[in-house]
């Protein structure tokens, strides 16, 4: 799935068979909400960077920090041995602990959720460069 990115707000692109038009919401919002729509890609672009700037606009006439998106770096916890062996096999693959990782919750996620509404709106997006 691809995904729409204006001033650091990341946003789905979706389709609905039902309503024959396109979709989306601002990802890693945890406690504001940015739906967008439109019938072509440039009015969902419009939509979204519209949706943004009035949420932006609104967090500045109200005095508010806006929220900003999950920013992709995550403190993760785990025992020296399974830290020890993702290491291993990282490096006898030829990627890096991080990408490894990511690939590893990618596959449980489409694994355990694939069907899951909530889960299969948020976009699977490949691991940012090291």
Known sequence: MDYLEYKGYKGSVEYS????????KVQGM?????????????????????GVDDY????????V???????????????SELHSRIAAIA???????????????QNELAHRYESSSVLASEPLLPPEKD
């Open 17 to 24: 068979k039902e309503d024959n038009c396109l979709f989306g």
């Open 65 to 79: 920090e806006p929220c900003k998106p999950y920013s992709g770096r995550l403190n993760l916890r785990m025992t």
């Open 91 to 105: 490096a006898s693959t030829g990627t890096t602990i991080n990408d490894f990782i990511n690939r590893a919750v």
């Open 30 to 50: 945890s406690k504001a909400l940015i739906l967008y729509e439109g019938q072509t890609l440039d009015e969902l672009r419009k939509d979204f960077e519209a």
């Open 56 to 63: 932006l606009e609104g967090c500045k006439a109200d005095g």
